[in-house]
């Protein structure tokens, strides 16, 4: 089953997001075959992360709470929220690809 992970960073966390990131993308390159899509949510003017944005696979919901609380964001002390639904993909998936 697909779960939405909209996860909102502390304010004034940039420095902390910065640090930590190597370790988030080897985390997430270890789950790579579960990532339907993933990328920092951006500030307005897309200067600054401001969050992350992840639709992944997983049996269910406690599997999907559980690798969120091993991500290095999460055990950092990231975020100062975090929401996780679960989600239908109905609509196939026409742009947003990142650049070849």
């Known amino acids: 089953m697909l779960f939405v992970f909209h996860l909102l960073d502390k304010p004034g966390a940039a420095e902390l997001r910065l640090s930590v990131r190597p370790e988030h993308r080897a985390y997430l390159a270890a789950a790579a075959e579960r990532i339907a899509f993933a990328g920092p949510l951006l500030s307005d003017d ?8 992840l639709v992944m ?11 969120l609380a091993a991500e290095p964001f ?9 929401s996780l639904l679960a989600f239908n993909n109905l609509w196939p998936q026409k742009t947003g690809f990142p650049a070849a």
Request: hydrophobic letters at 45%; aromatic letters at 10%; a neutral charge.
């Open 46 to 53: 897309g200067a600054a992360m401001v969050g992350s944005l």
């Open 57 to 67: 696979d997983f049996p269910d919901r406690e599997a999907a709470r559980a690798w």
């Open 74 to 82: 999460t055990r950092a002390g990231l975020y100062a929220s975090t």
